[in-house]
């Protein structure tokens, strides 16, 4: 399992991002996949996560209505595009695989196959 993020950047706040996950060595459209973020010095918070073909999708309350997920199974790839970006957006961001079996939410616990981040950084 190899996942692969870009798409990271500098931004001022207000300002939009998309970010790109690009998935491989399994079956990309078997499997819930989730967007997840770290600050410094805070906990890996689960902030979207995408269903695997019918694509229901749940948000965090924090990126509700200004973060989108999305996905291309065809291109075995997972998009995170977020608009209006605030400061407290700041953090690394991280695209992971759903566990088989288990539950189904933003835990970070129930995903175990992740990428190694991109950076994302909003400035006030």
């Known amino acids: 399992v190899q996942l692969v993020e870009s798409g990271g950047g500098a931004v001022q706040a207000g300002g939009s991002l998309r970010l790109s996950c690009a998935a491989s060595g399994f079956t990309y459209s078997s499997y819930w996949m989730g967007w997840f973020r770290q600050a410094p010095g805070k906990e890996r918070e689960g902030i979207a996560i995408i269903s695997p073909s019918v694509g229901n999708t749940i948000y965090a309350d924090s990126v509700k209505g200004r973060f989108t997920i999305s996905r291309d199974n065809a291109k075995n790839t997972l998009y995170l595009q977020m608009n209006s970006l605030k400061a407290e957006d700041t953090a690394m961001y991280f695209c992971?695989?759903?566990?088989?079996?288990?539950?189904?939410?933003?835990?970070?616990?129930?995903?175990?196959?992740w990428g190694q981040g991109t950076q994302v950084t909003v400035s006030s």
């Open positions: 992971a695989r759903k566990n088989t079996g288990g539950g189904v939410g933003l835990n970070p616990t129930n995903f175990g196959y």
